[in-house]
């Protein structure tokens, strides 16, 4: 089993920043990738940007705008978010790739408003 915690949402200005964070426990040995996804009202759950020890992938709608980075414990995953924008506005999940099976946080929610 594989726990992810969310933190660092909130409200904040069109063209701020935001950095989010997702602390694991559990199994965390196994975990072969981390990534953040994130659900509006009315839309699907959608991917933003995933890591792996040798790879990042991001979303095109956020690439060059957000970045996707692991402690050096590999226990914590971060999503610096610059120059959002308010259709950025979403409830942020942390996900953890584990064998075939995936875990998931509960969500922070990210609001974009002037």
């Known amino acids: 089993q594989v726990y992810l915690v969310e933190s660092g949402g909130g409200l904040v200005q069109p063209g701020g920043s935001l950095r989010l964070s997702c602390a694991a426990s559990g199994s965390t040995a196994m975990i072969s990738a981390m990534g953040w996804y994130r659900q509006a009202p009315g839309k699907q759950r959608e991917l933003v940007a995933i890591i792996s020890s040798r790879s990042t992938n991001y979303a095109d709608s956020v690439t060059g705008r957000f970045t996707i980075s692991r402690a050096n414990d590999k226990n914590t995953v971060y999503l610096q978010m610059n120059s959002l924008k308010p259709e950025d506005t979403a409830v942020y999940y942390c996900?953890?790739?584990?064998?075939?099976?995936?875990?998931w946080g509960q969500g922070t929610q990210v609001t974009v408003s002037s």
């Open positions: 996900n953890a790739h584990w064998f075939g099976s995936d875990f």
